[in-house]
């Protein structure tokens, strides 16, 4: 079995577990972990979780004072998505001082 599956089988078997708990905060916290390439928005999340509106933005609100989700606008991400993408766009930020940096450099050795 390659790692990916058993990552997925072990991810479904947790999700699966935590359903069966009921806690509606930590349903919805795994599906935000899992769901790396989206940013649902509270709809989608009323989708697959089976629960009602006004639980679901309780639920969001907890999830958000414990640091745990984060939205922007109407879209919801984990913390861990989050801080991902804010890594990358400093880095790439980063590269592009670096880029224009030595652009500079350049431009500059060329003139003298």
Sequence with gaps: MKTSEICKEYFSHNALKIKEKGELKDIIEEYLKRNLKNYPNIKEIM????????????????????????????????????????????????????????????ILENLF
């Design 47 to 106: 989708s697959y979780s089976g629960a009602h509106e006004e639980d679901v933005k309780r639920a969001l609100e907890t999830l958000i004072s414990e640091d745990k989700v984060f939205i922007i606008g109407n879209m919801y991400m984990h913390i861990n998505q989050y801080n991902k993408l804010k890594e990358n766009t400093i880095l790439e930020q980063e590269g592009s001082i670096c880029r224009r940096s030595i652009l500079k450099v350049l």
